[in-house]
C-alpha cells in the first residue's frame, strides 16, 4: 500500500530548509503532498500560486521530475484536508526546540480534530535550522545576501516582489 504524507505550511517563500524536510520525508513515505495552506495565521508576501509556482521549480530542479512529490494549495482545516488525500501522515520539521511547543500543540489539536490522523516531525539539518521564511525576507528587504538560503529562482521573485510593493 502506498503511505502518502503530506507536509503543509506557507512556504512564503519556500527556502532550502523546506528542500532538506521534503527530501527527509521521503525516506518515510512513497508519495508526498506538499500543501500551501491558504488558512494560517500569517499575511503572506506572495500569492498561493506564486507559492506553488515556486516550490513545483524547485522540486524539479532539486529532486528532477520526481513523481513522488505534488504541491497543492488547500482551503480550510488541515486534517480534512489530509483525509481528502487518502493520508493519514502529517509532516513536520523541527528546527529547534523552540520550534517544539507550537509543533505540538497543533498535533495535539490535529489528532483530536482526527483521531486517525498522526504527525511526522523530522528534524531539520545543521546547515538549514536557523532559517525561515521570515528572516529570509527581512534580510532581502534590507539588501543582504540571502543566496545559501534560497535559490536564484526565488531569490528573483522575492526581489521583483519587493521591489514592486
Ligand atoms: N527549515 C527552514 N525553515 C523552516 C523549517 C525548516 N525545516 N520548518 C519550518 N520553517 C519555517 C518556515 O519558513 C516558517 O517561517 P516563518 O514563520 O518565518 O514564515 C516557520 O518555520 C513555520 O511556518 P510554517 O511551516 O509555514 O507553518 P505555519 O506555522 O505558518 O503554518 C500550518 C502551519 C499551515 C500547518 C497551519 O497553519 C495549518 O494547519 N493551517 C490550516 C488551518 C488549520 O487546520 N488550522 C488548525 C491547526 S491545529
Redesign the pocket.
Known sequence: MTKIGVY?????PV?K??L??INKALLVVDHLIVAI?C????TPLFTAEERKEMIEFEINHTLGRNKAVEVKVFE????NFVNSCGSSVII??L?AVS?FE?EFQ?SC??TKLQPNIQTIFLP?SEK??F?????IKQVARLNGDIKDFTSEFVLDKLKSKLKNQ
Do not use: E, Q
Open positions: 503543509p505550511g506557507s512556504f512564503d527556502t530548509g523546506h532538506d524536510i495552506a488558512d494560517t495565521t500569517k480550510g482545516l488541515l486534517v513536520r520539521g528546527r520550534d507550537y497543533m489539536m490535529n531539520a538549514t535550522h532559517i525561515s521564511s521570515k528572516l
